[in-house]
């Protein structure tokens, strides 16, 4: 049976707390991308989505993480995409974090939306009806840009709140 995880804007300083923690755990310990800290600039405007499975000993645990960011009118991108590794198989978060991701930009008016894929993830994206545009080098490791077919993700009724209205 697939657990039951919930695709969510974080909306709590404690879930965003949590969701920092696992970007920092993904990103800077297992990946080493970033030294001490993956934040940058773009955090300050995005809008943060956590998967969180409701099974854990404390009450909720963070288990995905992705964030989303309009870049100019219209333009949005999506990043930061994480997945604990207790969390992975199969794709459920993944896939549910991307879904979450697309249409509730969709909804707020997104007409392009497109994020910098790990070589590795490429295929799964293409699964999702994904395609890449051109091949890119970040932070020393190959990536895809890549742009979500919104035909394939239905634009989401989410309310769009201020951005770090409740999370920072």
Request: hydrophobic fraction near 35%; charged fraction near 25%.
């Amino acid at each position: 049976m697939t657990p039951p995880y919930s695709f969510e804007l974080v909306q709590s300083r404690e879930t965003y707390l949590a969701y920092l923690r696992l970007r920092r755990a993904i990103f800077c310990d297992e990946q080493g991308l970033f030294k001490a800290t993956d934040e940058d600039e773009w955090d300050a405007a995005a809008f943060p989505i956590a998967a969180v499975h409701p099974g854990a000993r404390e009450g909720e645990e963070v288990v995905g993480t992705v964030r989303i960011y309009e870049a100019e009118p219209g333009l949005w991108y999506g990043g930061r995409l994480g997945v604990a590794r207790a969390h992975r198989k199969q794709g459920v978060v993944g896939r549910g974090l991307v879904h979450k991701a697309v249409t509730t930009a969709h909804g707020w008016g997104c007409q392009r939306f497109l994020a910098l894929v790990q070589v590795a993830n490429v295929p799964f994206f293409e699964s999702i009806h994904w395609r890449s545009l051109e091949e890119r080098s970040y932070r020393d490791h190959p990536h895809h840009l890549m742009q979500a077919d919104l035909e394939s993700y239905p634009p989401g009724d989410e309310p769009r709140p201020p951005p770090g209205q409740g999370s920072r």
